[in-house]
């Protein structure tokens, strides 16, 4: 069976930080994710990563030992202090460190060459605080974030956690909760809003609020007595990790346990409001500029008239305010086509947006549609648009289909600028339809490869395309294979052309009618990490269940998809209540780790469209209500079209800012809306 992820009701800001809904799957807390027994070895004290390398220490060295993160060795940086706890400071790309002994009285900031460049003294800086002379008992723990840094003491029957600045003056403290044993914690390190603690008597790690209540997550560390503590959210993404240094009488170890990407409550309801993009649009496709958070561009399918003639065009609409204002367009021609329809919006890493839409021509004379790919850039922000190249070319005749372009080609931009686009084709010897991928030759879009057959099941139908490109320049393809009701999907390296079918990521059943299958959306979208050096995609799609749409979702690190949200299995997982009538779902991955999701739910024979986000894989989606739509759906058939547009599109900008654009129609007609 599916697992359930996520519960569709409006979760609560204030929502306690012990009480995890029944329904909601947190991350495997407290699985081990690597140990290694790094060289020099001894009793471990310090624990530090930036995210490429990890830092540790030994009690009985002035050292700092740094390796990669398979635990080689680096290079030792000498240090000021002996054998104490670490911290990594990653808005000045420094470390932290005090002496391991009693009084240690002096916070070291120091570079990795080992020069140090600042220091302060905690004793002088607050002589009469009631937490500085404990803290100051054998320092085990350290941790930098937002200005402040975190200091626990030995483990021992007096404990306090101190919160100072960079100059040493206090900003908080308190006296955290002593295990079974009536000792208190050691290491330490913050995680969002909330301090993950090791108790090395009862080998145990907790989480408390950063004023000391437990939140009722913990874990064992088995027999290993751990220190310093270091939280990592690259290494093991979408997984997230803390590492700990093994307090010993041999050869310390460093272990890498799975924890929550976030803090321990469930994330509180966003604040979205939502405004009207474009009227007589629908089916919009949304980009958030990676350089500047509130610059978002839109394209959309547009209507325009002629008397009693309706025609639908690229539209395109693009806001500098985070989508409270906007200046809107439509597309020309380009190679003697013009634009029809089906938009897919993209920032390319110089900043050019592109925008890819279906064109077409038809013959005065045969009445044979000429249609193609066009591909359109802006070098002003999305002001305007030209047109640069037809990256494919088919046509439709009256009596067959000799290279029909289909539907709903997808773009995505590669780390090196080079554009990707999935489309669906119709060839002459069958009405079956293909995937197939162009790619441009450079990063100016002007030139592109013939299209490539992505492999599927000879003879099996194909439709709804995504595509994404990780930071390592790995291409996924997905798409619903109709002939045996499955996503499936595909990938292909940097320098090579061959794609590698890894099969069905999931169910994909079609409704008993076409037009719910229209509602549930034909595509199987992607998003990538965008983290340097990971391999992650997501995926959502929706499902017919036999009465009702839902939105399930699935994972990969590697190559391998998984679907139970941490655990290792086969199966995608629901990412909307079960319960609910779910439809067109889309996903992005934002570069502070946050997954953006949106779709329609339908009840009562109404639509509303959801928004929600989740800080990590592992993390409910906190949810609201951003759009009335129609009270029927019969109302979306006005002209010039036939239907309620079939994807929406959602995106995450880099100050983490949320953005969702769908075809909307509580004006009576279908327009383009969206929240931010």
């Not at 220190?227 to 979408?238: M, V």
Request: with cysteine; hydrophobic share 35%.
């Amino acid at each position: 069976m599916k697992k359930s992820i996520v519960s569709l009701a409006v979760i609560a800001a204030s929502v306690m930080a012990a009480v995890v809904p029944a329904n909601v799957a947190r991350a495997a807390t407290g699985d081990q994710l690597a140990q290694y027994s790094p060289t020099p070895g001894g009793n471990g004290r310090g624990m530090a990563t930036d995210g490429s390398h990890l830092f540790y220490t030994i009690t009985s060295a002035a050292a700092i030992y740094e390796t990669d993160l398979s635990g080689s060795p680096v290079k030792t940086i000498t240090s000021p202090a002996t054998g104490g706890p670490l911290a990594w400071d990653a808005e000045n790309s420094t470390l932290w460190t005090m002496n391991y002994s009693d009084p240690s009285a002096t916070l070291y900031e120091l570079r990795l060459d080992g020069t140090v460049v600042s220091t302060c003294n905690l004793s002088t800086t607050n002589p009469s605080d009631p937490g500085i002379p404990d803290a100051e008992d054998y320092p085990d723990g350290l941790d930098y974030s937002n200005g402040h840094i975190w200091i626990s003491n030995e483990a021992d029957a007096s404990p306090w956690i101190v919160s100072v600045d960079t100059t040493c003056h206090v900003q908080s403290e308190f006296q955290p909760s002593t295990d079974s044993d009536g000792m208190g914690p050691s290491g330490l390190a913050v995680v969002g809003s909330d301090l993950w603690l090791a108790y090395p008597y009862t080998q145990q790690v907790q989480q408390v609020s950063m004023d000391g209540k437990p939140t009722g997550l913990k874990f064992s560390t088995g027999a290993l007595e751990l220190e310093d503590l270091a939280f990592d959210s690259s290494t093991f993404a979408p997984k997230c990790a803390l590492w700990g240094d093994e307090a010993t009488f041999s050869s310390n170890r460093l272990t890498a346990y799975e924890v929550p990407c976030t803090a321990g409550p469930p994330p509180p309801t966003l604040n979205i409001g939502d405004y009207k993009v474009a009227g007589s649009a629908q089916e919009p496709s949304i980009a958030v500029d990676p350089k500047s958070p509130k610059h978002v561009v839109i394209g959309y399918n547009s209507e325009s008239s002629l008397g009693i003639f309706h025609y639908v065009h690229c539209g395109f609409a693009t806001s500098w305010d985070g989508g409270k204002t906007w200046t809107t367009g439509t597309l020309g021609s380009v190679g003697g086509q013009g634009s029809r329809g089906d938009p897919s919006v993209v920032f390319a890493p110089d900043g050019t947006v592109f925008y890819v839409c279906q064109t077409e021509r038809t013959d005065q004379f045969t009445r044979s549609r000429v249609n193609g790919i066009g591909i359109y850039a802006s070098s002003d922000g999305g002001k305007t648009f030209k047109g640069r190249a037809l990256a494919a070319v088919g046509v439709e005749s009256l009596l067959n289909h000799a290279k029909d372009l289909e539907d709903q080609e997808t773009v995505a931009a590669g780390p090196d600028g080079k554009l990707h686009v999935c489309l669906t084709d119709v060839n002459t010897s069958s009405t079956n339809e293909t995937v197939e991928i162009v790619d441009s030759r450079d990063s100016s879009g002007r030139t592109w490869s013939s299209p490539r057959p992505v492999p599927n099941t000879p003879g099996d139908d194909t439709r709804g395309c995504g595509i994404a490109v990780t930071s390592t320049g790995r291409v996924w393809v997905s798409w619903w294979d109709t002939t045996t009701g499955e996503a499936r999907a595909a990938y292909r390296d940097p320098g090579t052309t061959r794609f590698t079918n890894v099969g069905a990521i999931g169910p994909k059943v079609a409704a008993e009618t076409e037009s719910d299958n229209s509602r549930l959306g034909w595509q199987v979208h992607l998003a990538a990490d965008p983290r340097p050096k990971s391999n992650s995609v997501l995926a959502t799609w929706a499902d017919w269940t036999g009465t009702s749409g839902v939105a399930l979702i699935a994972y990969t690190t590697d190559t391998h998809w998984y679907g139970d949200c941490g655990a290792q299995d086969s199966l995608p997982c629901y990412a909307s209540d079960s319960s609910q009538d779910a439809s067109q779902p889309a996903i992005a991955w934002g570069s502070t780790g946050a997954i953006a999701l949106g779709y329609y739910v339908l009840s009562n024979g109404s639509l509303t469209y959801r928004i929600g986000e989740a800080i990590g894989l592992n993390q409910p989606f906190g949810f609201r209500k951003a759009a009335s739509a129609p009270s029927s759906l019969s109302a979306d058939a006005t002209e010039p079209f036939d239907r309620l547009g079939d994807y929406t599109s959602v995106a995450i900008a880099t100050d983490g800012s949320f953005y969702a654009s769908w075809s909307d129609t509580r004006s009576g007609n279908q327009e383009v809306w969206v929240a931010s």
